[in-house]
């Protein structure tokens, strides 16, 4: 039977769930979204973002499919829409007979319209990362970079380090001896003095949602990016509702005048395949002139530690960020962030460290 992609409704939502059964059954690690609301808001005109799924019909049942997440992008001196395809999804997974469907649907997503963008994905030998290169897209990893705060939390719960037994060996003595303490105080010190002083008058405060203040800087700033995503008050206010009650918002002020903004994670990990039963903090997003990046790291990076936090974490594009990080003590290490973009738009924006992308793009800070 001739397998047709088209838009979900409700009517699909007992095919969808057959289809997550089967490939959970399989041990897949990822299931199809039943409804746009599933993800966030659905399609509605006017909004600043919102999401469609597309699904892959095979007469009753469902073979796969994906969504997109529709926003704004300021870059060179234009503001255009921007397609984020998220977990496409095909049998072929589980099913050698739809080998070919996951295909299909990147070019489904690519025939209605030019500029996409996928973010996250794993690593650059994924699948999808690979498919992408030979549709020609650009891909590329999102630098990451880290901080420890607290060395015993950090040496017991970092399962990504502790692959085999003699590197377990040697982050136990760590531990045990005292001696990963000792080189986290070390750090905290050499970090300290390295740091940006807070200009005067400097203050931060947390709000519950974003308001005028969010439209004053990004009206303000994105221009000073190559390119940047929508960050006005109505769409932060969708990519970080006010139900997530991981998330820290703060704005920040000079004598009064708001300079910028921040979003953070504090998170109590349970069995994460990466960082166990850490609690971790994550610089999400943020918005300044660049040159307030790194005095708005520092906060967030004290605020975290404030929050008892064993590792903070962040994923940033934009060279003012990166270097703002630098400043404020945190290392370099393997990225599992990936960032690809169609042809169409990498062509409209500038090279990846112009850009201002990290966590709070794509499909948000999910699994921190």
């Known amino acids: 039977m001739t397998v047709g992609i088209a838009p979900a409704t409700d009517a699909d939502i007992p095919a969808i769930r057959a289809f997550n059964a089967r490939l959970s059954a399989a041990n897949a690690g990822f299931e199809l979204p039943e409804t746009p609301r599933s993800l966030g808001v659905p399609r509605e005109d006017g909004?600043?973002?919102w999401h469609e799924i597309f699904v892959a019909r095979d007469g009753s049942d469902?073979?796969?499919?994906?969504?997109?997440?529709?926003?704004?992008?300021?870059a060179r001196d234009e503001q255009f829409e921007i397609w984020n395809l998220q977990i496409p999804l095909s049998e072929g997974i589980v099913n050698k007979a739809y080998a070919t469907l996951g295909i299909r649907l990147v070019q489904d997503a690519a025939a209605k319209h030019s500029h996409l963008y996928c973010l996250g994905m794993g690593s650059l030998q994924r699948p999808l990362p690979q498919l992408l290169k030979r549709f020609?897209?650009?891909?590329?990893?999102v630098p990451f970079r880290f901080r420890v705060l607290r060395a015993n939390g950090f040496l017991r719960n970092i399962e990504f380090m502790r692959v085999n037994p003699k590197r377990r060996m040697a982050l136990d003595f760590a531990r045990f001896t005292g001696t990963g303490a000792l080189g986290v105080v070390a750090w905290r010190v050499r970090a300290r003095i390295a740091a940006p002083a807070y200009p005067a008058g400097f203050e931060a405060?947390?709000?519950?949602?974003?308001?005028?203040?969010?439209?004053?800087?990004?009206?303000?700033n994105a221009a000073k990016y190559g390119a940047v995503i929508d960050r006005s008050a109505a769409a932060?206010?969708?990519?970080?509702?006010?139900?997530?009650?991981?998330?820290i918002r703060v704005v920040l002020r000079i004598g009064g005048q708001i300079i910028g903004w921040l979003v953070l994670t504090r998170s109590?990990?349970?069995?994460?395949?990466?960082?166990?039963?850490?609690?971790?903090?994550?610089?999400?997003?943020?918005?300044?002139?660049p040159q307030h990046a790194d005095v708005l790291i520092r906060h967030a990076t004290e605020r975290l530690d404030a929050e008892g936090v064993h590792l903070v974490v962040s994923n940033q594009t934009h060279t003012a960020w990166l270097?703002?990080?630098?400043?404020n003590g945190f290392m370099g290490g393997p990225s599992n962030f990936i960032l690809a973009r169609s042809p169409a738009l990498a062509a409209s924006t500038p090279a990846m460290d112009q850009c201002h992308i990290n966590r709070g793009d794509g499909d948000g800070p999910i699994n921190l």
């Open 47 to 49: 909004a600043p973002v």
């Open 62 to 74: 469902i073979r796969g499919g994906y969504a997109l997440k529709r926003e704004l992008m300021n």
């Open 136 to 141: 020609k897209w650009t891909v590329e990893e």
């Open 205 to 220: 405060t947390d709000v519950a949602s974003f308001g005028d203040d969010a439209d004053i800087v990004f009206a303000a």
């Open 236 to 247: 932060l206010n969708v990519r970080f509702p006010s139900y997530d009650k991981r998330l």
């Open 268 to 289: 109590q990990l349970n069995g994460h395949k990466q960082f166990g039963n850490m609690r971790l903090g994550c610089v999400v997003d943020g918005l300044c002139d």
């Open 323 to 327: 270097e703002g990080l630098r400043a």
